[in-house]
């Protein structure tokens, strides 16, 4: 279900194909079969609330964004409620992908949230109040593995990876961007991008979201469009956007501009994301011709991205 749920909010799948159909119905099944186990039941294992309800709820509670529906699963949706109520619960925020920077656009990779912490308090989203980590073990190192783009974690924890071995992306219209994560163990609060773009490029498309988003030009020169302007941007230029902030950036100058994106992933996807039509962005090909709140409509008439690093590191401060 998670690695739906991120396909979908990153717009790496559309509900109708065939692969999102597929897991979608595996998804499904999962549920029936927990539905099944808690017919009668108020836990998962035993009379008491234990770390089986917080590991299984960390991936359950967030069926709805892969696309299942949880009515036909009337003792799941109980037993969600029952681990609601319980004491020191705390409601996380739901957050993905978002636009140039581990999200919703192409550039963007951010995942399904999962708290740091100790391991178990990273398996229940919070479920555990403080005084019931102390004593627990300390956080872990996350696994690394080669994957077609680059080393990817693939368990939650701490780690380090040089840019040059992370995992990438890349396209031709829109660049090349290291996004960090992986599937299977996403940052859940902040997410990071290292954005390559080429110049007269637009890195993603001009938008605006309900979180606070930040930039700082690494190398190289681009062109900074927001809320209507354009402001030239060079190296160690900071972008500071709040929230609805519309903006956009288009590469410059002679060579690549590398820029550090982050951005806060609360309240996503409820909050959402806007395309506006931009006549300045559209100018530069990074606006759309009308306005959405889809990822895939604003998308569409870029290729998709591939997994891997550029062909080349020339231009770059790592080469």
Not at 10 to 33: F, N, Q, S, Y
């Amino acid at each position: 279900m998670s690695g739906l749920r991120f396909r979908l909010l990153t717009g790496r799948l559309a509900p109708t194909d065939d692969e999102a159909i597929r897991r979608k119905g595996g998804g499904e099944e999962v549920l029936r079969l927990l539905d099944d186990h808690l017919r009668g039941r108020e836990f998962f294992v035993g009379e008491s609330y234990s770390i089986a309800d917080i590991g299984i709820y960390g991936y359950v509670h967030v069926a709805g964004e892969a696309g299942i529906d949880l009515r036909p699963f009337a003792h799941v949706s109980g037993w969600l409620e029952c681990v609601r109520r319980q004491p020191g619960y705390i409601e996380r925020p739901r957050a993905l992908p978002g636009e140039c920077r581990a999200g919703r656009g192409p550039l963007a990779v951010r995942l399904r949230p999962r708290p740091a912490g100790s391991q178990l308090a990273r398996a229940g989203h919070g479920l555990l109040s403080a005084p019931a980590r102390r004593g627990a073990r300390v956080t872990e190192e996350a696994r690394l593995e080669q994957q077609d783009a680059g080393l990817t974690p693939v368990s939650d924890g701490w780690f380090v990876v040089n840019v040059r071995d992370a995992a990438w992306v890349t396209s031709e219209a829109l660049g090349a961007a290291c996004i960090f994560e992986g599937d299977d163990a996403p940052f859940p609060d902040v997410g990071f991008t290292l954005a390559v773009l080429q110049p007269g490029r637009a890195g993603g498309r001009y938008h605006r979201e309900a979180n606070q988003e930040d930039f700082l030009v690494l190398a190289g020169e681009c062109l900074l469009l927001i809320e209507g302007e354009e402001r030239p941007l060079k190296a160690w230029d900071f972008v500071h956007c709040p929230p609805d902030t519309e903006h956009g950036f288009v590469g410059a100058g002679d060579g690549p501009c590398v820029i550090f994106m982050t951005g806060a992933r609360k309240g996503w996807p409820e909050k959402g994301i806007v395309y506006p039509r931009s006549e300045p962005a559209l100018r530069h090909g990074a606006g759309v011709e009308t306005e959405t709140t889809s990822p895939a409509e604003a998308y569409a008439p870029f290729p998709k991205w591939k997994p891997g690093p550029p062909e080349s590191w020339d231009g770059l401060p790592w080469a």
